[in-house]
């Protein structure tokens, strides 16, 4: 048996790293930015746009000890037009041996443009389902961080692709196009069976396995999968991995996770993979099924930092929890529905980090959401401006498309506002009509695709919401000013400043915690339409303070609540008579203190009427009882009381 003498340290220095959310979600967000970096510059091909992918058989040779692969890729297409040629995306470094079409060889080109054109030897009409067959092999390039790695753990050899967006053209031809999903695929990696060290090859992809096949020295692992998938997120790893599963009871249609680990690693990942079933759970109770159930969902260490969600196993660089949250949530998000474009990127990774948010509040608990959010408003007010949703500008910047602060923090904190404007019961409902909504599962959905489906699941026009949070830039900061004028009675003044001119105002509930002098306490949400707004609430203790945003649902900073003016000598200069009063009542104040604005509520805090300051008020058109008078002053708001008879 070999001596791992890192084996200690590793799995330490991995359990630190699970353990700090912020650490993984920069580990996360470097990690899929680098995985982009030299690729993203490069658009889908043109020339490949003439036809839709429907299926392909892969089938890969290779040795996880040499950096080379050879195989044959079968592919299935239809002509989107006439067709009497057709192109892949193949970089010019692998070498095509041969192009066959129902046992006849076809002639091709392979050129500097990583294009491999195929002459095909008759017309191929629009709507025509044909195949062909291209063997090829070579040594490929890796771009960036993945593509196709051959390395080593612990002495022992390892390959593992990772070909988000433009990679997979870098070890099999394929069509690189991010909005043509490939129908299903069947993937066969023949590998030695044993490593030098006489340890077995285990080899991982995409789908349900179907067999392994022992042929003299070699094996061949067939994995089935059966959904649309696009060609970045197919996937292969081989190494001495140790191989073992957690059972998902599913409503009793079972499924695995099944878990490919190091060796060195195996009791470490053996304590930290368990949880996924919990988490697994709760993301079916909160939206739906998880998309690939009839197949499995796994794990697959390879050799970095951060995570890769390919369909049905995401590729670990660890197994803290944080991470496989974040990569269970791909699977919805990102991979039944894909985003549409770069500009869109938030509807993966926004949803990634929420449901990592999700994870906590309810396997932690909600101090530790609370906690959660704060450190996402914290990111995101680090800087005044930056909106969500990119510009055209924006997606040739790798760096803005991942940002840590807005497409995942904010995109994140976005979901969660509008969780808390439409209520639990139709936010988590509209996802689910987003997630089963037959034009987008397991295909591609927008930005306007989204809202458009939380609109008519809520009845609400959300267009000033995505506005002010989505398109636009920046956050508010409020001042908030109280008083309570009677027993059963308190007065809050709302007003609010922008960090960014892209937005006016931002409208949005305001929760506040009201403390009494016994230690009552009372969470009241008032629905901040306008700036400087004024709400009476009802309460049935004297308070003694109020807290802003107490779970840190708002993106907001540096918040400021201050005890109202009618607690000073003011209070007592503003007198109204008669009280009661029948058909008027004048108001007597102090010379010094001019009035803005008068406003009268009901005892139900309806605004009753606003108007110009005047010490005469008609009072012969309001119903009996008890009146709200409101005075805005150059001093703060004045609050009186007066009975109608």
Same mark, same amino acid.
């Given at each position: 048996?070999?001596?791992?003498?890192?084996?200690?340290?590793?799995?330490?220095?991995?359990?630190?790293?699970?353990? &700090?959310?912020?650490?993984?979600?920069?580990?996360?967000?470097?990690?899929?930015?680098?995985?982009?970096?030299?690729?993203?510059? #490069?658009?889908?091909?043109?020339?490949?746009?003439?036809?839709?992918?429907?299926?392909?058989?892969?089938?890969?040779?290779?040795?996880?000890?040499?950096?080379?692969?050879?195989?044959?890729?079968?592919?299935?297409?239809?002509?989107?037009?006439?067709?009497?040629?057709?192109?892949?995306?193949?970089?010019?470094?692998?070498?095509?041996?041969?192009?066959?079409?129902?046992?006849?060889?076809?002639?091709?080109?392979?050129?500097?443009?990583?294009?491999?054109?195929?002459?095909? @030897?008759?017309?191929?009409?629009?709507?025509?389902?044909?195949?062909?067959?291209?063997?090829?092999?070579?040594?490929?390039?890796?771009?960036?961080?993945?593509?196709?790695?051959?390395?080593?753990?612990? +002495?022992? !050899?390892?390959?593992?692709?990772?070909?988000?967006?433009?990679?997979?053209?870098?070890?099999?031809?394929?069509?690189?196009?991010?909005?043509?999903?490939?129908?299903?695929?069947?993937?066969?990696?023949?590998?030695?069976?044993?490593?030098?060290?006489?340890?077995?090859?285990?080899?991982?992809?995409?789908?349900?396995?179907?067999?392994?096949?022992?042929?003299?020295?070699?094996?061949?692992?067939?994995?089935?999968?059966?959904?649309?998938?696009?060609?970045?997120?197919?996937?292969?790893?081989?190494?001495?991995?140790?191989?073992?599963?957690?059972?998902?009871?599913?409503?009793?249609?079972?499924?695995?996770?099944?878990?490919?680990?190091?060796?060195?690693?195996?009791?470490?990942?053996?304590?930290?993979?368990?949880?996924?079933?919990?988490?697994?759970?709760?993301?079916?109770?909160?939206?739906?099924?998880? @998309?690939?159930?009839?197949?499995?969902?796994?794990?697959?260490?390879?050799?970095?930092?951060?995570?890769?969600?390919?369909?049905?196993?995401?590729?670990?660089?660890?197994?803290?929890?944080?991470?496989?949250?974040?990569?269970?949530?791909?699977?919805?998000?990102?991979?039944?529905?894909?985003?549409?474009?770069?500009?869109?990127?938030?509807?993966?990774?926004?949803?990634?980090?929420?449901?990592?948010?999700?994870?906590?509040?309810?396997?932690?608990?909600?101090?530790?959401?609370?906690?959660?959010?704060?450190?996402?408003?914290?990111?995101?007010?680090?800087?005044?401006? +930056?909106?969500?949703?990119?510009? &055209?500008?924006?997606?040739?910047?790798?760096?803005?498309?991942?940002?840590?602060?807005?497409?995942?923090?904010?995109?994140?904190?976005?979901?969660?506002?509008?969780?808390?404007?439409?209520?639990?019961?139709?936010?988590? #409902?509209?996802?689910?009509?987003?997630?089963?909504? @037959?034009?987008?599962?397991?295909?591609?959905?927008?930005?306007?695709?989204?809202?458009?489906?939380?609109?008519?699941?809520?009845?609400?026009?959300?267009?000033?919401?995505?506005?002010?949070?989505?398109?636009?830039?920046?956050? @508010?900061?409020?001042?908030?000013?109280?008083?309570?004028?009677?027993?059963?009675?308190?007065?809050?003044?709302?007003?609010?400043?922008?960090?960014?001119?892209?937005?006016?105002?931002?409208?949005?509930?305001?929760?506040?915690?009201?403390?009494?002098?016994?230690?009552?306490?009372?969470?009241?949400?008032?629905?901040?339409?306008?700036?400087?707004?004024?709400?009476?609430?009802?309460?049935?203790?004297?308070?003694?303070?109020?807290?802003?945003?107490?779970?840190?649902?708002?993106?907001?900073?540096?918040?400021?609540?201050?005890?109202?003016?009618?607690?000073?000598?003011?209070?007592?200069?503003?007198?109204?008579? !008669?009280?009661?009063?029948?058909?008027?009542?004048?108001?007597?104040?102090?010379?010094?203190?001019?009035?803005?604005?008068?406003?009268?509520?009901?005892?139900?805090?309806?605004?009753?009427?606003?108007?110009?300051?005047?010490?005469?008020?008609?009072?012969?058109?309001?119903?009996? +009882?008890?009146?709200?008078?409101?005075?805005?002053?150059?001093?703060?708001?004045?609050?009186?009381?007066?009975?109608?008879?």
């Amino acid at each position: 048996m070999k001596i791992r003498l890192l084996f200690v340290f590793y799995l330490f220095s991995l359990a630190l790293f699970g353990q &700090d959310f912020n650490e993984t979600l920069k580990s996360i967000r470097t990690a899929e930015a680098t995985s982009a970096m030299k690729k993203m510059l #490069q658009k889908a091909n043109a020339n490949t746009g003439n036809y839709d992918v429907k299926y392909h058989r892969l089938e890969f040779s290779l040795d996880p000890s040499v950096a080379f692969i050879s195989g044959a890729v079968t592919t299935y297409f239809e002509a989107k037009e006439n067709l009497n040629q057709v192109t892949f995306d193949l970089s010019n470094n692998m070498i095509v041996s041969q192009v066959t079409q129902r046992g006849n060889t076809l002639s091709f080109t392979q050129n500097t443009n990583d294009e491999l054109v195929i002459a095909l @030897p008759t017309i191929q009409n629009t709507g025509v389902l044909d195949s062909l067959t291209i063997s090829y092999s070579g040594n490929p390039i890796s771009s960036g961080f993945g593509s196709f790695e051959q390395t080593q753990h612990e +002495g022992d !050899p390892v390959i593992w692709t990772l070909s988000e967006p433009y990679g997979a053209k870098g070890w099999w031809p394929c069509k690189q196009d991010l909005n043509d999903k490939i129908d299903n695929i069947d993937v066969y990696i023949t590998t030695p069976q044993f490593n030098p060290s006489n340890e077995e090859y285990m080899a991982v992809s995409n789908g349900l396995e179907q067999s392994q096949k022992i042929n003299g020295s070699n094996k061949t692992t067939h994995f089935k999968h059966g959904y649309p998938i696009p060609a970045y997120l197919i996937a292969i790893a081989v190494t001495n991995y140790e191989v073992y599963a957690h059972t998902v009871p599913n409503n009793g249609n079972p499924f695995d996770i099944v878990n490919y680990v190091y060796p060195e690693n195996l009791g470490y990942a053996q304590a930290s993979t368990p949880v996924t079933v919990d988490i697994m759970n709760l993301f079916t109770n909160l939206f739906e099924e998880y @998309p690939f159930a009839n197949e499995k969902y796994g794990h697959a260490q390879f050799g970095w930092g951060g995570g890769m969600e390919h369909t049905t196993v995401s590729f670990m660089g660890n197994f803290s929890r944080n991470l496989i949250a974040h990569e269970l949530a791909h699977q919805w998000f990102g991979n039944k529905i894909t985003c549409g474009s770069w500009k869109d990127i938030w509807l993966n990774e926004g949803f990634a980090t929420y449901l990592s948010g999700l994870t906590i509040e309810h396997l932690d608990g909600n101090n530790a959401f609370a906690t959660w959010k704060q450190e996402r408003n914290a990111s995101i007010t680090s800087a005044t401006n +930056g909106a969500v949703y990119l510009t &055209d500008a924006d997606t040739t910047n790798v760096n803005r498309i991942f940002s840590s602060r807005l497409t995942y923090n904010k995109g994140a904190m976005v979901l969660h506002m509008l969780r808390k404007k439409l209520g639990d019961a139709n936010f988590f #409902q509209g996802v689910k009509n987003y997630l089963s909504n @037959p034009n987008h599962a397991y295909a591609y959905a927008k930005t306007p695709d989204f809202i458009s489906i939380m609109e008519a699941l809520s009845g609400e026009n959300l267009t000033e919401f995505f506005n002010d949070w989505l398109y636009n830039h920046g956050y @508010p900061s409020y001042t908030v000013q109280w008083s309570q004028p009677t027993a059963n009675q308190v007065s809050i003044s709302i007003s609010q400043t922008q960090s960014d001119a892209s937005v006016t105002f931002f409208e949005a509930p305001v929760t506040l915690r009201l403390t009494g002098t016994l230690g009552e306490m009372l969470d009241v949400t008032l629905n901040n339409t306008v700036n400087n707004q004024t709400f009476l609430s009802s309460v049935n203790f004297t308070v003694a303070s109020i807290q802003f945003d107490p779970e840190s649902d708002l993106i907001s900073k540096n918040n400021n609540v201050s005890l109202g003016i009618n607690h000073t000598d003011f209070q007592s200069d503003f007198v109204i008579h !008669p009280n009661p009063s029948t058909n008027a009542f004048y108001v007597v104040k102090p010379e010094n203190v001019e009035v803005n604005e008068v406003r009268i509520f009901n005892t139900l805090g309806q605004l009753l009427i606003k108007t110009n300051w005047s010490p005469i008020i008609n009072a012969s058109y309001f119903a009996s +009882g008890m009146l709200f008078v409101q005075f805005h002053t150059n001093a703060g708001i004045i609050n009186k009381t007066v009975l109608k008879n």
